[in-house]
Each structure stands twice: as C-alpha cells, then as structure tokens.
C-alpha cells in the first residue's frame, strides 16, 4: 500500500508559480511511475503529467507544456510539480497518482486569480 500526501497548493496570480509536493510512504518508491492530474470544479479529472521510475522519461499534457515541470527525489520519496506562467484555467484541485499499485492522494488546490 502506497499512501500519497499533495501539499503546496495555494492562491497565486495569473503568471505566477507554484511547486506542489507529493509524499509517499511505503516501500519502493523508487520503482513506481508517479502522475499528477488535477480536477476542477464540474469537471472531469483529468491528466497532467508523468514521470518514469528512472527519471528517464516525461510526458505532459498538451495544455501544461513549456510551463510545468516534473520531478522526483527518490531518496526523500517525493515527487514535484513546477508549475509557472500559471493561468486562470490552471485553477483545480491537483492529485498525486501512482498506478501500479493504485494511489490517490487527497489533493491540494491550486487557484489562480487576480
């Protein structure tokens, strides 16, 4: 059982950046593909951004390419999202997701206003 923890979430401007953590306890850390979604209010959840369990390998949503980033830190279980030149849009709840085995974390909200 993997159990993820988003946080740094928060109110920023249009253009403005955030990094979102993701903790993960549990063993193996280093072997999982990690993913972040977000879901905004009505809305579907939908897919962000990938990153394989080597670092090797990335992909992005078209909407967020050029502007946010992924990464991981295997040796403090943590996975990040940068997120700049952010954008009204941008505004939802984000989720950490491993899936294999299955994880969500509670999600943290990201809104972006003026």
Known sequence: QVRL???GG???QPGGSLRLSC???G???SGLVMRWFRQAPGKEREFVAYISSTSKSTNYAHFV???F???RDDAK?????QMNNLEPED???YYCNTPMPASWGQGTQVTVSS
């Open 23 to 25: 903790a993960s306890s």
């Open 77 to 81: 279980n943590m996975v990040y999202l």
């Open 10 to 12: 928060g109110l920023v």
């Open 65 to 67: 390419k050029g502007r």
């Open 69 to 71: 980033t992924i990464s």
């Open 91 to 93: 505004t939802a709840v």
């Open 27 to 29: 063993s193996g850390f």
């Open 5 to 7: 923890v988003e946080s």
